[in-house]
């Protein structure tokens, strides 16, 4: 089935350092892929996604692409403030075989230190 | 744009009372919805997908007489905890796909704890 492996955390970096969280995938169909945030307390938020390979995903700084040939989504950011402290998920959902239906990586704790 | 509605967001409750959580689509119409669960510090695991008009489909492990899934009309699902205790407190939340499938649109989650 399909699945997702995220780089382990916890991540802690200084303000304005790079960000790198690793994601890579297994999926039988084509999947889309994605990246969420959770802040303490609070729901899912949408980061970025990508639908297709070579696809970039960006927002609020964060960039992602889709590399088919490496089956990865490595998120990426160069330079992080303390607001992005937060969990970070990487998802993938495969509209053609299951509409949808979304599967998680365990998460990366991100915690950005003045 | 499409939402994804849920409620109530928090609710506490006495163990071996039930509890009913709302998944409303608000612009779209979904024949299929999802629940997850994410305990503290976890991921987020689907429990089952719920299928407007006949039975849910649950994960393995999931127990569907204590997780129960009702989908009654295209805009709305239910996901109702019975005889809950203290192991049911999560987070849980809804997803459901926009009409294209290109967009998965997440409810806001809602809290459980059961005291």
Known sequence: ?114 | GAVVSQHPSWVICKSGTSVKIECRSLDFQATTMFWYRQFPKQSLMLMATSNEGSKATYEQGVEKDKFLINHASLTLSTLTVTSAHPEDSSFYICSAADNSGNTIYFGEGSWLTVV
């Not at chain 1, 802690?12 to 999947?31: K, R, V």
């Not at chain 1, 070579?54 to 700084?61: E, L, T």
């Not at chain 1, 992602?64 to 950011?77: I, N, P, Q």
Request: hydrophobic content about 30%; overall charge negative.
């Open chain 1, 1 to 114: 089935g399909d699945s997702v492996t995220q780089m382990e955390g916890p991540v802690t970096l200084s303000e304005e350092a790079f960000l790198t969280i690793n994601c890579t995938y297994t999926a039988t169909g084509y999947p889309s892929l994605f990246w969420y945030v959770q802040y303490p307390g609070e729901g899912l938020q949408l980061l970025l996604k990508a639908t297709k390979a070579d696809d970039k995903g960006s927002n609020k700084g964060f960039e992602a692409t889709y590399r088919k040939e490496t089956t990865s989504f490595h998120l990426e950011k160069g330079s992080v403030q303390v607001s992005d402290s937060a969990v970070y998920f990487c998802a993938l959902s495969d509209r053609q075989t299951n509409a949808g239906k979304s599967t998680f990586g365990d998460g990366t704790t991100l915690t950005v230190k003045p």
